[in-house]
C-alpha cells in the first residue's frame, strides 16, 4: 500500500522560513509527478509547486513564485518544498500529491500544517 507522510510544518514567524519533507514508500517514486498543493478552510486546494520525475522541471502557483522551491531525492523517495519569506497568507494545510507518470495512479498524504503569524 503506497503512502506519503509529511512533516516540518508548524508555526513560524512572518518572513520565516520552514522546510517540508514528504517521503513515499510502496510505490517507485522515480515515475511520480510529485505536487505541493494547500488548503484553508472553506477555500478549494491550491496547487502550490509541482516537480517532474527526474526533478529537471519545476513549476510553481503565482503567489509562491520567488519565494518557495521545490526539489526531490529519488535515491531517498523523499520531496522538499522550501518555503521562504513566509507571509500569514501563507497559512494552510500543506499535502503531498504524487501522480504517476505512466498512468493514472495518485497518491495524497494526511497534510501538515503551517502557521505564519508574530
Known amino acids: 500500500q503506497a503512502q506519503l507522510v509529511e512533516s516540518g510544518g508548524g508555526l513560524v514567524q512572518p518572513g520565516g522560513s520552514l522546510r517540508l519533507s514528504c517521503t513515499a514508500s510502496?510505490?517507485?517514486?522515480?515515475?511520480?509527478?510529485m505536487n505541493w498543493y494547500r488548503q484553508v478552510p472553506g477555500k478549494e486546494r491550491e496547487l502550490v509547486a509541482t516537480?517532474?520525475?527526474?526533478?529537471?522541471?519545476?513549476d510553481y502557483g503565482d503567489s509562491v513564485k520567488g519565494r518557495f522551491t521545490i526539489s526531490r531525492d529519488n535515491t531517498k523517495s523523499t520531496v522538499y518544498l522550501q518555503m521562504n519569506s513566509l507571509k500569514p497568507e501563507d497559512t494552510a494545510v500543506y499535502y503531498c500529491?504524487?501522480?504517476?507518470?505512466?498512468?493514472?495512479?495518485?497518491?495524497w498524504g494526511q497534510g501538515t500544517q503551517v502557521t505564519v503569524s508574530s
Open positions: 500529491y504524487a501522480k504517476f507518470s505512466l498512468g493514472r495512479l495518485e497518491y
Open positions: 510502496g510505490l517507485t517514486f522515480s515515475h511520480y509527478v
Open positions: 516537480i517532474a520525475p527526474t526533478g529537471g522541471t519545476t
